[in-house]
Structure formats: structure tokens, C-alpha cells
């Protein structure tokens, strides 16, 4: 286990659906992202948050939206999705450092189908 | 555009041989390369990283290179064993707004050892 939490696991839903995606760490990390892996774009950055503010938004649909009440937590809220959105949506952190990058610590990923 | 480019897609190895995946990165400022590796099924998890001011490090059985001028890095592992088959991830760290950092990921080489 890396210490990043992801619930559910897998999730069907219909495109006229409401649903969250939470992600939660305790490893003290300050900065914590959203990615999308699909067939298609694997590992594709979607949103950064970086000491619970927004730094990143990398021209995703507004039917994604995310939400960073503390360092610890970070949500995915989804509304009417499109079949494409269909992906393996995964949750990381990481420290931040000055001068440098990090290592990113991923959670297991929530499945998500939309039918 | 920040952007990383990972070759080749497949890679496919006998049981002792060694295999060697490539990546080029855009951004001159980045400065943490990180390598993942994912299993089916599994989060990326890192197998090695490298900082820009070190041109290779080694660890065991695999190895990383850094060529700053060329801005290319490259993963070797050697010996080769069946549990090494998976999808590997090069990575680059890009720098912006001060301290923040954010990964942006190759997409991807599946690696298949042949017993």
C-alpha cells in the first residue's frame, strides 16, 4: 500500500447520473492530482492541487469537477459523463519541495464505466 | 507544448535479455525523471528515478540514464525475468509557480518477457 485511499473501486453509471470519486491521503503530502488512463491517453494529468488550491486544470470538461477541501482529501465530482469518459481514473500525491520534483504516490484507481 | 514522448509501445524480451526504453522530454527546466512500473490491474508504483544532475544511477538490475543536452533518459534492465513483464512509464517533472511540480508521463511501453 502506498497510503493513497481511493473509493469505490469500480463504478457503473448512466449518463444522467451524479457521482463522486474521493481520494484520501495521510502521508503529509501537500499537492495531490487527478489522472485518467485510458486505451487511448494513458496516464493523462487532469487536475493539480497544490496546499488545497487549484494550480492545474488541463483543459478538461467541465462535467469533471473537482474539489480539495484539505491536503488529505480530494474529490471528483461527475455529472452527466459521456461513454468516453469511460477510464481508470487515478488519484496521486506527493510532497512538495522547493528546487525539484517529487515521486507521486497512486492510489489503486476507481474503474469507471458509463453506460 | 510539455510533452513526453516514450518508444517503443511493445517490447517483447527472452527470459535473460536485457531491454532498454527510451524517452524524450520538451521542457529544458525539468529536472526529476522518474520511471513507473504497472502490472495489470495494479497502480504505477516507481522502480527508479534520476535527477537532472546526475547522469545515471543504477539500482540492481535496472538502470536509468539522463542525456541533459539531448533531453532524452532511458531504462535499462537487464537479466530479464518473467515477472518484469508489465507496462513501464518514463515521466518528467515540470516546474512552475514557484515550488509546484507536476508529472507529465510517456505513454507507456508493455513489456513481455518470454520464458
Known amino acids: 500500500e502506498t497510503g493513497v485511499t481511493q473509493t469505490p473501486r469500480h463504478l457503473v453509471m448512466g449518463m444522467t447520473n451524479k457521482k463522486s470519486l474521493k481520494c484520501e491521503q495521510h502521508l503529509g503530502h501537500n499537492a495531490m492530482y487527478w489522472y485518467k488512463q485510458s486505451a487511448k491517453k494513458p496516464l493523462e494529468l487532469m487536475f493539480v492541487y497544490n496546499f488545497k488550491e487549484q494550480t492545474e486544470n488541463n483543459s478538461v470538461p467541465s462535467r469533471f469537477s473537482p474539489e480539495c477541501p484539505n491536503s488529505s482529501h480530494l474529490f471528483l465530482h461527475l455529472h452527466t459523463l459521456q461513454p468516453e469518459d469511460s477510464a481508470l481514473y487515478l488519484c496521486?500525491?506527493?510532497?512538495?519541495?522547493?528546487?525539484?520534483?517529487?515521486?507521486?504516490?497512486f492510489g489503486q484507481g476507481t474503474r469507471l464505466t458509463v453506460v | 507544448g510539455e510533452n513526453v514522448e516514450q518508444h517503443p509501445s511493445t517490447l517483447s524480451v527472452q527470459e535473460g535479455d536485457s531491454a532498454v526504453i527510451k524517452c524524450t522530454y520538451s521542457?529544458?527546466?525539468?529536472?526529476?525523471f522518474p520511471w513507473y512500473k504497472q502490472e495489470l490491474g495494479k497502480r504505477p508504483q516507481l522502480i527508479i528515478d534520476?535527477?537532472?544532475?546526475?547522469g545515471e544511477k543504477k539500482d540492481q538490475r535496472i538502470a536509468v540514464t539522463l542525456n541533459k543536452t539531448a533531453k532524452h533518459f532511458s531504462l535499462h534492465i537487464t537479466e530479464t525475468q518473467p515477472e518484469d513483464s508489465a507496462v513501464y512509464f518514463c515521466?518528467?517533472?515540470?516546474?512552475?509557480?514557484?515550488?509546484?511540480?507536476?508529472?507529465?508521463f510517456g505513454t507507456g511501453t508493455l513489456l513481455a518477457v518470454q520464458p
Open positions: 534520476i535527477r537532472s544532475n546526475v
Open positions: 515521466a518528467a517533472s515540470i516546474r512552475y509557480g514557484g515550488a509546484t511540480n507536476k508529472l507529465i
Open positions: 521542457d529544458s527546466a525539468s529536472n526529476y
Open positions: 496521486a500525491s506527493s510532497p512538495v519541495i522547493a528546487g525539484g520534483g517529487t515521486e507521486a504516490f
